[in-house]
């Protein structure tokens, strides 16, 4: 199971947009890189996946170079509701989900 | 989308009591669930892997005799905790892998309860 490598904690300020890298440099060819969002007392969240390039959904966007070794999850214009712990995964079909520590994002207004 | 429904969200026991937490599965059919727990301002540590008709998998140093997870049917697993102790106060959540492709969160389908907060006293 391929292990990710991200930043511990990040600050940022109402309407901004946030960056948040990921690198994975053991990842698989069958491997999806795949983020979620974990508010307190709650179960992860799903946010986002793709295999390569950008995809972009109603939360996020996705951004994967072409050698696929790290990953950026972007958020736009952010609120104070997405203060959260966000995880960055890479999946494949077999694999059991083992956490890393995640990113815990505190949102200021 | 897919919801994976996790019961009871919190509850109390008392030492030497066994507590039962159930995920289901409410509208596809998942034939591999995970159950984590987590402790405050930590990440989620995988406990076993619990495959239905089978026996669970479970990592190393989680105590399977504490620990019984049961995986009867597609749609539901159980965690009991056996002789509960306060060292065994946490969040407990579960995570449902579904049998296609797609149904749940991205294209490998992992969905996840929304925990149960256990509090041994």
């Known amino acids: 199971l391929a292990k990710t490598t991200q930043p511990i904690s990040m600050d940022s300020y109402e309407g901004q947009e946030v960056n948040i890298t990921c690198s994975h440099n053991?990842?698989?060819?069958?491997?999806?890189i795949t983020w979620y969002q974990q508010f307190p007392s709650q179960g992860p969240r799903f946010i986002i996946q793709?295999?390569?390039t950008k995809v972009t959904n109603e939360v996020a966007s996705l951004f994967i170079p072409a050698d696929r070794k790290s990953s950026t999850l972007s958020l736009p214009r952010v609120s104070l509701s997405d203060t959260a712990v966000y995880y960055c995964?890479?999946?494949?079909?077999?694999?059991?989900?083992?956490f890393g520590k995640g990113t815990r994002l505190h949102i200021l207004p | 989308g897919a919801v994976v429904s996790q019961h009871p969200s919190r509850v109390i026991c008392k030492s030497g009591t066994s507590v039962k937490i159930e995920c289901r599965s409410l509208d596809f059919q998942a034939t591999t669930m995970f159950w984590y727990r987590q402790f405050p301002k930590k990440s989620l540590m995988l406990m076993a892997t619990?495959?239905?008709?089978?026996?669970?998998?479970?990592e190393q140093g989680v105590e399977k005799d504490k620990f019984l997870i049961n995986h009867a049917s597609l749609t539901l697993s159980t965690l009991t905790v056996t002789s509960a102790h306060p060292e065994d106060s946490s969040f407990y959540i579960c995570?449902?892998?579904?049998?296609?492709?797609?149904?749940?969160?991205?294209?490998?389908?992992?969905?996840f309860g929304s925990g149960t907060r256990l509090t041994v006293v």
């Open positions: 995964l890479v999946l494949n079909r077999d694999d059991k989900i083992i």
């Open positions: 053991n990842i698989a060819t069958n491997d999806y």
């Open positions: 995570s449902a892998r579904d049998v296609g492709l797609g149904l749940t969160g991205g294209v490998y389908g992992y969905t």
């Open positions: 793709g295999y390569k």
């Open positions: 619990s495959n239905e008709g089978s026996k669970a998998t479970y």
